[in-house]
Structures are given as structure tokens and as C-alpha cells.
């Protein structure tokens, strides 16, 4: 983008930590995420919705209740997609705990 001059915005950070997900690249997503400030743009509804969906499709649970956790500080408020995706996250991360056999 650069390379052609044009300037990305939230719209094209949403749409490339979205990208990031569908792929199973959430490292990627939280990369992109992290950058939009030094961008000088701000994440929104959609950037963190996207990057807790990839923390959530990478069984990342931790990382997507950290992430909702700081909306509200960078004035974003969460809504129904951000909670299911969370929701979703901590569903697998039970999941995959339930799997672990304690040691006999």
C-alpha cells in the first residue's frame, strides 16, 4: 500500500486482521492490531471483534479475554460479536483442558 501511496485505515486493518483469521494467523492479527495506533489509526469495533475471532481460532482464550478487556480503555464498546467470540474462545479452551489427563 504504501509502495502506491495510499494511506490504510481501519477499514483496511479490519479487513487484514480479518484476513489474518480466516488464515489462522492470530499472531499476525495481534501484530496488525498493535500497529494501528502508531499508524495513527484507531482500532474500532470491527479491528478488536476481528482479532479476538483469530485469538479464538488460534485456541488463544486468554489472549481474546485480554483483548476485550482493553476496549473500554481505548473507548471502544463491545457488542454481541465481540462476547460470542469470546464466549467461543473460552468454550474451546475448556475444551482442550477437559482433554488433559491428570497424570495417574
Known sequence: MPEARVVPDEIT?????????????????????????????????????AAISACEKGGQWRLSLNLMSLMPEARVVPDEITYSAAISACEKGQLALNSVKPDS
Open 13 to 49: 486493518y479490519s479487513a487484514g486482521i480479518s484476513a489474518c483469521s480466516k488464515g489462522g494467523q492470530w499472531q499476525l492479527a495481534l501484530n496488525l492490531l498493535s500497529v494501528m495506533p502508531e499508524a495513527r489509526v484507531m482500532p474500532n469495533q470491527i479491528s478488536y471483534n
